[in-house]
């Protein structure tokens, strides 16, 4: 009896552990661990801020992006949205000889218009799916590729550099030794996480990502909740292109790039299920840190860039492989050997 009680709590344990999303967080930490032999520098406070420098991005635009896929839907417009939204605003600050149109839009007005141009690229996805019935797959993927040809034409092809410090604050500025990105990443996710765990939204969130026709029987308005999730998914990928050109100080025509693989790879790694219906923030902070860990140690060991971005891939097979074990047995539910 007493090795059943013993297993019970074992296994009670197990379930929350799971269930709360901390799966990859003993993974994190040997990571640091190995970081801390293998290059003594890994430790050091400047490298420690510069990793949670490097992933506010991609922490951001994974945070969008779990409010899509909890609803069981996908949208890759996000990484149109990064490198677009900014620089919308970046030719409408600049001047003419610095590759802008000579609007010279005040600093305010040009933060708006990044974030503003992010939230209507989510509304008009919100519309394509829930009014004229497109997959988002589908839907989404026409727009990123309509995004990065819209940046090159807005742009002329060109990068515009320094274009404010309104548009690159964000990105750039310090508070008591911390990176504004940093502080503004970790509120995004305290925040949204709140929601999630706590609002009737986030509520709403799970019950159509787990069964919708249920939620529709509930009284939930699926409709504007996935309207809603596509717009605040692109608001947050806005806002991360923000980040992005302040910490480079310029909007450049690739920027952006490749993110979105890098997203669905952290929220995967953080248990978010792309069926939709599971997942939380703890999880999708755990998958950001742990692709930023990866990526800093392999620079520090000098790895060839190319063999850091198949770093990804392999990272998500083992990192699904590792979710689905500790769910599976969380649960009871025996595995094949």
């Not at 420098?53 to 896929?69: A, D, K, R, Y």
């Not at 299920?273 to 939380?280: A, D, F, I, M, V």
Request: a positive charge; hydrophobic letters at 55%; charged letters at 10%.
């Amino acid at each position: 009896m007493m090795v059943r009680a013993e297993r019970s709590r074992w296994q009670a344990f197990g379930q929350g552990f799971v269930a709360h999303g901390f799966t990859m967080y003993p993974v994190l930490l040997l990571l640091v661990i190995v970081g801390a032999v293998v290059a003594p520098r890994f430790l050091s406070t400047i490298n420690l801020i510069n990793i949670l420098e490097q992933v506010s991005v991609l922490g951001l635009t994974t945070i969008g992006l779990s409010f899509v896929v909890l609803i069981g839907r996908l949208d890759l417009s996000l990484e149109g949205i990064v490198g677009f939204a900014p620089m919308l605003a970046a030719v409408l600050m600049a001047s003419a000889s610095a590759g802008g149109y000579g609007v010279e839009l005040p600093g305010w007005a040009g933060l708006l218009v990044a974030l503003g141009s992010a939230g209507l690229i989510g509304f008009f996805n919100g519309f394509m799916v829930v009014r004229v019935g497109l997959n988002p797959f589908i839907s989404t993927l026409g727009l990123l590729v309509l995004l990065r040809g819209s940046i090159l034409i807005i742009s002329n092809g060109r990068s515009i550099y320094s274009p404010g410090a309104a548009l690159t604050y964000l990105g750039s500025a310090k508070i008591a030794g911390l990176p504004v990105s940093v502080l503004v990443f970790l509120a995004v996710a305290v925040l949204v996480g709140c929601i999630f765990q706590y609002h009737r939204y986030g509520r709403a969130l799970y019950a159509i990502g787990r069964n919708e026709e249920a939620a529709r029987a509930a009284g939930i308005d699926v409709d504007r909740v996935i309207w809603s999730a596509f717009v605040f998914a692109g608001l947050l990928a806005g806002l991360a292109g923000v980040l992005m050109t302040g910490r480079l100080d310029s909007a450049v025509t690739t920027q952006g790039e490749g993110i979105i693989f890098s997203a669905f790879a952290a929220a995967v790694i953080g248990g978010v299920s792309l069926g939709g219906g599971k997942g939380n923030i703890i999880g999708v902070v755990s998958g950001v840190l742990l692709i930023g860990v990866i990526n800093n140690l392999l620079t520090l060991a000098q790895v060839p860039s190319f063999y850091v971005q198949a770093s990804t891939g392999a990272v998500i097979i083992v990192a699904a492989v590792l979710t689905t074990l500790a769910s599976r047995r969380s649960s009871g539910v025996k595995t094949r050997t």
